[in-house]
C-alpha cells in the first residue's frame, strides 16, 4: 500500500526536474552561469542537509507568471515554508537565478 507521503515525495522528484517548474529552471541557470547545485543552493540559504526536502519541494513548485511574478514567487516561498517558518529562502537571488539572459 502506498501512502500519501510517498506519493507527494514522487511528485516531488518528478516536477522538480520537468518543465515549467522551479526546478527545471534551476538546472538551466547552473547549466548557463557554472554554478553547481551546491553553490546555488547555498546562494539560496538551504545549504544545510536538514533542508533537503525543502529544496526538492522549492524546485517543484510550478514557474511564476510573468505578469505577477513577485507575487507569486512571495506565495511559492512562503508555501514551502510553511513547514519550517525558521529557514529563510534568498529571494532576491532566487529572482536572479529564474531570469534568463533573454529576459534581458
Do not use: C
Not at 538546472?27 to 529544496?55: K, M
Amino acid at each position: 500500500m502506498t501512502d500519501d507521503t510517498s506519493i507527494l515525495t514522487a511528485w516531488y522528484d518528478f516536477a522538480a526536474s520537468a518543465p515549467g517548474f522551479l526546478g527545471y529552471a534551476l538546472h538551466l541557470h547552473r547549466q548557463h552561469s557554472g554554478l553547481s547545485i551546491t553553490q546555488q543552493r547555498t546562494l539560496l540559504g538551504l545549504h544545510h542537509s536538514s533542508t533537503d526536502s525543502l529544496w526538492t519541494r522549492l524546485q517543484a513548485m510550478p514557474l511564476p507568471r510573468p505578469q505577477h511574478f513577485d507575487a507569486d514567487l512571495h506565495r511559492i516561498i512562503a508555501h514551502v515554508l510553511t513547514s519550517s517558518p525558521d529557514i529563510t529562502i534568498h529571494t532576491s537571488q532566487l529572482t536572479a537565478f529564474l531570469y534568463t539572459p533573454s529576459d534581458a
